[in-house]
C-alpha cells in the first residue's frame, strides 16, 4: 500500500466505533513500530502502557476533558516516559547492545561515556523534556504504520496525566504519561474524517536552500 495515500487517508479520530475491534496481530505490529522507532542514541526513554477494554479505561475516560476516544476506542496507547532516566539507562541499553550483538561492553565505553555526559547536562525536568521528545518519534512511527493497516488513531495531549498516572499505577514504576493514543475504526458519525485534509501549500511549508 502506498505510505503517502496511507497518511492522506489518516485523520485524527474524533468518533470510533466501539464494536469494531482492532485484533491482537495488529496491536503487536503497532508496538513493534513503535520499539523500532528511532531515539536519541537508541535508548528508548520511555514505554507504551497497553490499556484495553475494562475497569482500568473506564476509569480513565473521565479524565480526558469530555472527549470520547478513550471510551469508545478498543484500546489506548499511553506513551509514558521514564522519570529516573540516568546513566543507569545508558548502562542498561550497553548491556541490551552487548547482549544482542554479541561484542564487549568495553567497545561500546566511547559512546556510553558521551551520552552519560549528554544526560549528566540535563536538570530532571530537561531529562522528561527529551524523553518526551523520543516518545513523539515513536508516535509519528505508529501513526504512518496504523495508517498503512487502516486502522484508526487519534493522538491526544488533551488528558490529565497525573490522573492516568495515579489509575495506571505508574508512579511507583518510575513512568509519567506524556500523550495518549487511542486505535480502533472510525464511526460512520465522525464528520471530520469525511472532510478534505487540510495542509499548508507546498510553497508554504518547504524552504529550499541553495
Known amino acids: 500500500m502506498d505510505v503517502l495515500e496511507s497518511l492522506k487517508w489518516r485523520s485524527a479520530i474524533k468518533r470510533f466505533d466501539p464494536e469494531k475491534?482492532?485484533?491482537?496481530?495488529?496491536?503487536?505490529?503497532?508496538?513493534?513500530?513503535?520499539?523500532?522507532a528511532a531515539t536519541s542514541g537508541g535508548l528508548q526513554p520511555f514505554k507504551m502502557v497497553v490499556v484495553?477494554?475494562?475497569?482500568?479505561?473506564?476509569?480513565?475516560?473521565?479524565?480526558?476533558?469530555g472527549q470520547s476516544q478513550v471510551k469508545e476506542a478498543p484500546h489506548v496507547l499511553v506513551f509514558s516516559v521514564?522519570?529516573?532516566?540516568?546513566?543507569?539507562?545508558?548502562?542498561?541499553?550497553?548491556?541490551?547492545a552487548a547482549e544482542v550483538r554479541g561484542q564487549g561492553k568495553e567497545s561500546l565505553i566511547g559512546f556510553s561515556d558521551s551520552m552519560k555526559m549528554y544526560i549528566s547536562s540535563m536538570d530532571a525536568d530537561a531529562r522528561i523534556a527529551w524523553g518526551k521528545n523520543q516518545a513523539y518519534i515513536a508516535l509519528g512511527t505508529v501513526l504512518a504504520v496504523a495508517a498503512e493497516k487502516r486502522i484508526d488513531t487519534c493522538p491526544m495531549e488533551g488528558f490529565d496525566a497525573i490522573?492516568?498516572?495515579?489509575?495506571?499505577?505508574l508512579k511507583s514504576k518510575k513512568?509519567?504519561?506524556?500523550?495518549i493514543?487511542?486505535?480502533?475504526?472510525?464511526?460512520?458519525e465522525d464528520v471530520h474524517s469525511k472532510e478534505a485534509k487540510i495542509?499548508?501549500?507546498?510553497?508554504?511549508?518547504?524552504l529550499e536552500l541553495k
Open 52 to 65: 484495553g477494554e475494562g475497569a482500568l479505561k473506564s476509569q480513565l475516560a473521565p479524565h480526558v476533558y
Open 181 to 188: 493514543l487511542p486505535v480502533g475504526y472510525r464511526s460512520e
Open 82 to 96: 521514564e522519570t529516573n532516566i540516568s546513566e543507569q539507562t545508558v548502562d542498561a541499553f550497553v548491556a541490551r
Open 21 to 36: 475491534k482492532v485484533n491482537q496481530e495488529d496491536l503487536e505490529e503497532l508496538l513493534e513500530a513503535a520499539n523500532l
Open 163 to 169: 490522573q492516568f498516572q495515579e489509575i495506571l499505577g
Open 199 to 206: 495542509r499548508k501549500k507546498r510553497e508554504d511549508f518547504v
Open 175 to 179: 513512568l509519567m504519561p506524556v500523550l
